[in-house]
């Protein structure tokens, strides 16, 4: 079975902090994807990456950076935090132009 | 722009009865996923569907691609089977990784 991790399932931060959100996948899989999910809104790609080290940039890029150093993994990071960045965010990945899969999510608060 | 809708945005069934949930996309696509998305906020891979009819047990869906849409149909509901059904194509052409989701199928199931 695909297995897709996120570091928290629950966060909470202060206006102004610098914020990681972690993702880790199992399955070698090519790219992985970065959504944000907002009520009315749906589900929006923030960023994306096909391969380590390489991203672009997806519907909502502005605020956020990735970073890929390992295959495995792919990180968002929040430079400083602001109210308007209280989501939920999905971390996905897939093998290349297949079927993608989702972790758990993280529900991000941002005082 | 490319767009996709779902029909209805909310259905309430007796537990046990049958459902039919739609899908329509404005342009050509490589393939397309049905998930479910729990009271969790985990999102649950239903079926990978480019095109063509799969079934996995009470649940099946059909995507005819040249007319531009996909449902699923949900047989003998249970209380389980609530929560938000998303349609995601993955649109054919340029920047074509990323899926775009639709705004979702909320279902509730009632005893």
């Known amino acids: 079975d695909v297995k897709v991790t996120q570091s928290s399932r629950y966060l909470v931060k202060r206006t102004g902090e610098k914020v990681f959100l972690e993702c880790v996948q199992d399955?070698?899989?090519?790219?992985m994807f970065w959504y944000r999910q907002d009520p009315g809104l749906g589900l929006r790609l923030i960023y994306f990456?096909?391969?380590?080290?390489?991203?672009e940039k997806g519907d909502i890029p502005e605020g956020y950076s990735v970073s890929r150093e390992k295959k495995e993994r792919f990180s968002l990071i929040l430079e400083s935090a602001s109210t308007n960045q209280t989501s939920m965010y999905l971390c996905?990945?897939?093998?290349?132009?297949?079927?993608?899969?989702f972790g758990p999510g993280t529900r991000l608060t941002v005082t | 722009g490319i767009q996709v809708e779902q029909s209805p945005p909310d259905l309430i069934l007796q537990e046990g009865a049958n459902s039919t949930l739609r899908c329509n996309f404005s342009?050509?696509?490589?393939?397309l996923q049905w998930f479910h998305q729990n009271p969790w906020g985990q999102l649950i891979n239903l079926f990978y569907?480019?095109?063509g009819t799969k079934q996995n047990g009470r649940l099946s869906a059909t995507t005819v691609a040249t007319e531009r849409y996909s449902l699923l149909y949900i047989s003998s509901s249970q209380t389980t089977d609530s929560g938000v059904y998303f349609c995601?194509?993955?649109?054919?052409?340029?920047?074509?990784?990323?899926?775009?989701f639709g705004k979702g199928t909320k279902l509730s199931v009632i005893p």
């Open positions: 399955m070698d899989h090519e790219n």
């Open positions: 342009d050509s696509v490589n393939n």
């Open positions: 995601a194509p993955r649109f054919s052409g340029a920047g074509s990784y990323q899926l775009t």
């Open positions: 990456s096909y391969d380590v080290k390489m991203k």
């Open positions: 996905a990945s897939s093998p290349q132009g297949y079927e993608q899969y």
């Open positions: 569907i480019p095109s």
